[in-house]
C-alpha cells in the first residue's frame, strides 16, 4: 500500500498476556518510530530504527516492552504481562531520512484495550 | 515535565476567519518544529515545519511563525474552512537526536459553518 499499515486496528486482551502489534512502514524508508499516545495526550516516542537495528529505545517504559525489525522493513512492537495502564493507542511511523526535521508519516494507529 | 505545551485544549472559529494555534516549548535544543493535523481514528498527518534559523514559513492557507527568544510558535490558518476541524498537535525535535518528535497534548479546532 502507499502508507503506513499497522495491525490490528483494535485488540483488546486480558491483563497478563501478551500482544504483538504489526507496522508496516511506507517502502523504501528506513527510519520506523513507535510512539504510544494515551486518552488526551499527545503521543510519546517509544523507540526508533534505523534500518534493523533499534538505535534508541529510551521511550520504551518498562522491560515489558520490545520491538524488532529484523529486516529493516515490517517492524513488530511486543508487550509482555499487559497491565491496565497499557490501553493506548499505539502509533508506527516512518520517514526516509533525509534530514532532519523530514516529516514521518504515521499509520492510523492500533487501540489496545487491556481488560 | 511537558517539554511541548499546547495550554488550549480547544477552539472554535468561524467559518472564514483566521484560526491562531499556539504552542510554547521549554527545551533550547530543539531545532525544528512542525504541525500535524489529526481526523478520529486516523494517525496524524503532516501539516506544516520551521527550522529554528527562520521566523516564518508559509504553505497556501497555513502559515507557521516561530519565537525563539520566547520559546513561542503559532499556526495560522487563514481562511478557516469546515474540514480543518480536527485536532492539531504541535512537535518539536533535535539536530542532535534522532529525529523523534516530541509532541504537545493538541488542540481541538472547531469551525463553525
Known sequence: GAGVSQTPSNKVTEKGKYVELRCDPISGHTALYWYRQSLGQGPEFLIYFQGTGAADDSGLPNDRFFAVRPEGSVSTL??????????????CASSLNRGRGTEAFFGQGTRLTVV | DQQVKQNSPSLSVQEGRISILNCDYTNSM???????KKYPAEGPTFLISISSIKDKNEDGRFTVFLNK????????????????SAVYFCAAGSNFGNEKLTFGTGTRLTIIP
Do not use: C, M, N
Open chain 1, 78 to 91: 511486543k508487550i509482555q504481562r499487559t497491565e491496565r495502564g497499557d490501553s493506548a493507542v499505539y502509533l
Open chain 2, 30 to 36: 530543539f531545532d525544528y518544529f512542525l504541525w500535524y
Open chain 2, 69 to 84: 527568544s520566547a520559546k513561542h510558535l503559532s499556526l495560522h490558518i487563514v481562511p478557516s474552512q469546515p474540514g480543518d
